[in-house]
């Protein structure tokens, strides 16, 4: 996908919150919105035909190229399936699986409505050329481990890799992603929080993930896992926490404090078994920011962020006896980064001067058709009901179809056949 700046782009007979509206972007901006937009002779027009306008999706955690791993001894537990499975096979990965595996991602989130991810995996360099080629957006950081004690070749390559991410345009943006606070020792983990404020980078980290993890850094360390992290300065405003699955009160309340954002990620949780469900009240309570993420493919499966908001919105009311714990508007404002600045950017989606980036839904949807939309989203909708996405000006599917299906999953399914997953 070129670089240059998109060609203007109208779209006329949209639906915004019931009313009738056009919409023109120019240079990737949205720069007129309301119901006496027209189409000029001659310029690139979508008749939306009564569709509804939406801003797209945010999904805060995954790790793109797993799609490579998808339905791979899933029924496995946790650790048998990462040392059996997926790291013996991650040890082979050249940037061609990643670039591969990332594109039929990409596919997947057009096609399900999500505009940007925050992917933490190898190669990240060729996961940024995916994500370029096929015209999202996405923060994207190379996992930092040093288990093996190979702490000083983990400052290099990750030193490296930012080196390497700096050459792409402005859709791409780079973060540090120690795995964990189990996979990254003391030492390399005060490392990423100085490398990260001197650069004014973003940390992506696996955190409080399964309850083990909280008793161990308590026997390692002598406090919970946040507590650990802020000792360590890696909670900020630029910091993203997955899962967060066993925070307690205080971690919530020092973690809101920071200004970090939280990202639920229950469908990931459930598959995984890891026994808990993310502490949304709480969370609300003390402030936190908060995000919703699918995880990778290979723990999910599925990348359609709008099928895992049901399971987050149904989650929280069974678990909490509650079914007020999380209205659908609310829910939807975390699907779409309404509830964390860090994914909001500047200001409000959809609106003069913001970033050329919306949705469609099908004006046929039969999910949609009556009721409350945002209801409607949440608990009827899947990722099906997306007919058009728009990102930056460039039209990414029209109609459900987007350019070059084919070759992607071909090329990923042999990519996957050359690395003997199956
Ligand atoms: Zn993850």
């Known amino acids: 996908m070129s670089a240059a700046s998109p060609p203007s782009l109208v779209v006329i007979d949209a639906v915004l919150e019931g009313k ?11 720069v007129e919105l309301g119901p006496e937009v027209t189409a000029a002779a001659g310029e690139a027009t979508i008749d939306a035909g009564g569709g509804i306008l939406v801003p797209p999706l945010v999904n805060g955690h995954t790790h793109a190229a797993m799609t490579l791993f998808r ?69 994207i950081g190379g ?88 000792r360590l300065g890696l909670l900020g405003e630029q910091t993203v926490l997955a899962h967060g699955v066993w925070l307690d009160d205080s971690e919530l309340e020092l973690i809101a404090e920071r200004g970090s954002t939280l990202v639920a990620a229950p469908v990931a949780n459930m598959k995984l078994a890891v026994g808990g469900v993310f502490p949304y009240p709480a969370a609300r309570r003390a402030g936190a920011a908060i995000g919703l993420g699918t995880d990778g493919a290979g723990s999910n499966d599925s990348l359609d962020l709008l099928a895992d908001l049901k399971v987050f919105a149904l989650a929280q009311r069974h678990r909490n006896g509650d079914a007020t714990v999380l209205p659908a508007d609310e829910a939807w404002g975390i699907a779409t980064g309404c509830r964390a600045p860090l994914f ?40 099906s009901v997306v007919d058009t996405t728009v990102i930056g000006g460039r039209v990414l599917m029209r109609s459900g179809e987007v350019e070059g299906v084919a070759e992607i999953v071909a090329r990923a399914a042999e990519r996957a056949r050359g690395l003997r997953i199956g």
């Open 344 to 383: 909001a950017g500047d200001g409000e989606p959809l609106a003069i001067g913001a970033a050329a980036d919306f949705l469609l839904l099908r004006r046929d949807a039969y999910e949609l058709s009556l009721g409350d939309l945002h209801s409607n989203l949440v608990y009827a909708a899947s990722g």
């Open 20 to 30: 009738p509206v056009g919409l023109r972007c120019e240079g990737g901006v949205i």
């Open 143 to 230: 996992p930092l481990f040093d288990l093996d004690g190979a702490r000083a070749e983990t400052q290099t390559r990750a030193l490296g890799e930012l080196d390497e991410l700096e050459g792409f345009g402005t859709t791409i943006a780079s973060a540090l992603a120690p795995h964990s606070i189990y996979a990254a020792g003391t030492e390399l983990l005060s490392w990423t929080a100085e490398v990260a404020s001197e650069r004014g980078l973003p940390v992506h980290i696996h955190l409080s993930e399964t309850e083990h993890e909280v008793t161990e850094c308590i026997e390692r360390h002598g406090v919970r896992p946040a507590q650990y992290l802020d």
């Open 71 to 139: 339905g791979f001894g899933g029924d496995l537990p946790l650790m048998r399936w990462l040392r059996e499975k997926i790291w013996p096979i991650e040890a082979r990965l050249e940037p061609e699986d990643v670039y591969w595996g990332t594109r039929l991602a990409c596919v997947e989130m057009i096609r399900t409505g999500t505009s940007r991810f925050w992917d933490m995996y190898w190669h990240p360099a060729a996961t940024a050329r995916a994500v370029e080629d096929a015209g999202l957006r996405a923060t």
